[in-house]
């Protein structure tokens, strides 16, 4: 029982039993309240990793399915509609991009685009910075786990620079040579270039998801188009903003290049293996940008995608069974979006939105929407993930939101966004963190006051620059 935490645990159930046996508030249905007390209890015990998170899912969906819940009286519709989770497209195209990101490592097409990048750009650690976020943001269409894009691709390749430009772990006296400083770059790039596009992270379809659920229809090209522009403006800011803020000791490094070049080298010419990828990339692409043109879903291209990848042998059916993230993502991802959905489709959460919205009814939204923003963000001390924020707050946000009047499509994007953009908090706060954390480059107490300004930063840009853009792109 090593993964599991009977003490949280037991706080788990406990919420969830606290929240069974408080009195159904009028106009809720009574089976719509104990969902609420399985979904919040499930969360409760993600946050404080009472079991893994595929486990507390399983034990989501069976409770569900146990208490029928989703259809009182009917256990065959219970077990069908706790499962329905797993029938969802959405769900589906994380699955499959999980499986495509494995060829990006498997035929180190990812390692060698930022080793690429730093020798272009490496001769000075401004310049290294950028490179290796370059990268990152070239790859994160197509990686849409960016604990695999981070931990697979860009961690080993910053941590190598790092040491070989004499900022070692082991040797506290050298983090902040050059250490420390490419780590909260290269963390919070990540987080930027995670909410730049729909098939980024696995949160951002989650969000589409609950927003259709509301009326809110967001495609790829929508969500891309919306972000552009204030992604880019913090894409660019993070390394000089940190440059000022945290500054390095080492400012120049004529090696890097030299050491890209080096390991290029040992790499060889581009195999036949990587122009697949790109190939497959591309394609993947224009099916996920004009796919709509064409009556082509994003789920649909994933699977062309993946197929094209099968029949050239880049990746083979052994690598498919053996993406134990995607699968793992797949389940948990499941029981969440199942139980987000019918505390939708059984009247809570419009209930909940209706209740918060005539507390704001008397603000405009002008006034509400930063309102609703901040809160939302600074929520995310209390999560470990954005797709835990993501499921337990987005859809109560949004719908208080659009009832007090905020364009639905652009708070909806900038929901989507927050969950990610505030994992620069705390070093739990998203996949990637406990992978740059534990480099030890960066102590806990400077992680969490940079990052907190990073998330100032952050809010300033995407509500002044993002507020002007969705203006001329007219969504608001």
């Not at 993501?390 to 009832?403: K, N, P, Q």
Request: proline letters at 5%; aromatic letters at 12%; glycine letters at 10%.
């Amino acid at each position: 029982m090593k993964d599991i935490n009977l003490k949280t645990l037991a706080i788990t159930l406990a919420v969830g039993l606290i929240i069974w046996f408080i009195p159904v508030p009028e106009g809720v249905k009574s089976n719509a309240w104990h969902l609420l007390a399985i979904f919040v209890a499930t969360i409760v015990g993600i946050i404080l990793k009472a079991a893994p998170m595929g486990s507390m899912a399983m034990l989501g969906i069976t409770v569900c399915a146990g208490t029928q819940v989703l259809a009182p009286g009917d256990p065959v519709a219970s077990i069908k509609n706790a499962l329905s989770g797993f029938g969802n497209s959405t769900i589906w195209l994380i699955g499959l991009a999980f499986f495509i990101a494995r060829g990006f490592i498997k035929t180190g097409l990812g390692t060698r685009l930022a080793y690429n990048f730093i020798k272009l750009f490496g001769k000075s650690t401004l310049g290294l910075a950028y490179g290796l976020n370059t990268a990152d943001l070239i790859l994160a269409p197509a990686i849409p786990s960016n604990t695999a894009r981070a931990g697979g691709v860009i961690f080993p390749i910053m941590k190598s620079v790092a040491v070989n430009m004499g900022s070692t772990p082991e040797k506290p006296e050298t983090h902040r040579k050059i250490g420390a400083f490419l780590t909260l770059s290269s963390y919070n790039a990540n987080m930027i270039t995670s909410v730049m596009f729909l098939t980024a992270t696995a949160s951002n379809p989650m969000a589409q998801k609950f927003a259709k659920d509301l009326g809110v229809t967001i495609t790829w090209g929508g969500w891309a188009l919306a972000a552009a522009v204030p992604g880019l403006v913090c894409f660019l800011l993070i390394p000089l903003f940190l440059y000022k803020v945290y500054p390095p000791e080492l400012k120049q490094t004529p090696e890097a290049p030299a050491i890209a070049a080096k390991e290029l080298e040992k790499m060889g010419p581009v195999s036949i293996q990587e122009w697949l990828m790109v190939a497959t990339f591309i394609i993947l692409l224009v099916l996920w940008i004009f796919g709509n043109l064409m009556s082509i879903d994003a789920t649909t291209g994933a699977l062309i995608g993946l197929c094209i990848l099968l029949l050239c042998g880049v990746l083979t059916w052994d690598d498919v069974k053996s993406e134990k993230g995607a699968w793992d993502t797949i389940v948990w991802f499941s029981s969440l979006v199942m139980m987000g959905s019918y505390l939708n489709s059984l009247g809570l959460i419009g209930w909940f939105g209706h209740l918060v919205g005539a507390q704001l009814g008397h603000l405009s939204w002008q006034i509400a929407f930063p309102l609703i923003i901040i809160v939302y963000s600074y929520c995310h001390y209390m999560f470990a993930s954005a797709t835990a924020q993501c499921a337990a707050m987005f859809s109560v946000f949004l719908t208080v939101g659009i009832a007090v009047g905020i364009p639905g499509t652009m708070l909806a994007i900038f929901l989507g966004a927050c969950a990610t953009l505030m994992g620069s908090l705390t070093h739990y706060a998203h996949g990637p963190a406990p992978i740059f954390f534990g480099s030890t480059y960066v102590d806990m107490k400077d992680w969490w006051k940079q990052g907190f300004f990073m998330s100032v930063l952050f809010l300033l840009v995407w509500f002044i620059v993002g507020g002007m853009w969705w203006k001329v792109i007219g969504l608001w």
